[in-house]
């Protein structure tokens, strides 16, 4: 069965530092998305991506943050320089063409900012 | 702004028991309703959704959900719990944006005893 796949699954960087977070979303999925969890709180949206440009994105998507889908597999997630509060987990979704489609989503990858 | 209220924080029953989880959201028009699970140390996987038509929606494992449009809930059921069934569970409804983001509840821990 075709999965999300996320990498690393943890990330231990210093604060100021740039970090990417790599997602390999489903091949044929045409909507990109990355959540974030921080630990004990909620699953938030972060940003949604369809057709190699951001198609929404929250407040918590400022401009530490961008997202690229380089090479037609890849979908990335760039924050530029870290901060304390940037610790989570963040997880990366797809979802195919099609309203009633669901999102699947990959393991996540755990950022610790020390 | 939409957003999701999942009740219990954290569930404790034992095997064979009844499981009723509570989710109400807070949205006026059409909402899309997700209920997701993640397994210790698992990616989240959807359980059942609901789109249209029937308000009772069945999904994997034995859960099933009840839309009530009059009281914004989507509640899960499962009749009997099993020990595999130990696991954070997470209310999510896509409907103000035409993104596909989904707003997440703060998740129920359940903890079910052999």
């Known amino acids: 069965e075709p999965e999300v796949t996320q990498t690393p699954s943890h990330q231990v960087t210093q604060m100021g530092q740039e970090v990417i977070l790599r997602c390999v979303p489903i091949s044929n999925h045409l909507y990109f998305y990355w959540y974030r969890q921080i630990l004990g709180q909620k699953v938030e949206f972060l940003v949604s991506?369809?057709?190699?440009?951001?198609?929404?994105k929250s407040e918590i998507f400022d401009d530490q943050f961008s997202v690229e889908r380089p090479d037609g597999s890849n979908f990335t997630l760039k924050i530029r320089s870290t901060k304390l509060e940037d610790s989570a987990m963040y997880f990366c979704a797809s979802r195919g063409q099609g309203h009633y489609n669901e999102q699947f989503f990959g393991p996540g990858t755990r950022l610790t900012v020390l | 702004a939409q957003s999701v209220s999942q009740h219990n924080h954290h569930v404790i029953l034992s095997e064979a028991a009844s499981l009723e989880l509570g989710c109400n959201y807070s949205?006026?028009?059409?909402?899309?309703l997700f209920w997701y699970v993640q397994y210790p140390g698992q990616h989240l996987q959807l359980l059942l959704k609901y789109f249209s038509g029937d308000p009772l929606v069945k999904g994997i494992k034995g859960f099933e959900a009840e839309f009530i449009k009059s009281k914004f809930s989507f509640n899960l059921r499962k009749p009997s719990v099993q020990w595999s069934d130990t696991a954070e569970y997470f209310c999510?409804?896509?409907?103000?944006?035409?993104?596909?983001?989904?707003?997440f509840g703060q998740g129920t821990t359940l903890q079910v005893k052999p």
């Open positions: 999510a409804v896509n409907g103000a944006s035409n993104t596909g983001k989904l707003i």
């Open positions: 949205y006026g028009g059409t909402v899309n």
């Open positions: 991506f369809y057709n190699n440009e951001i198609s929404e």
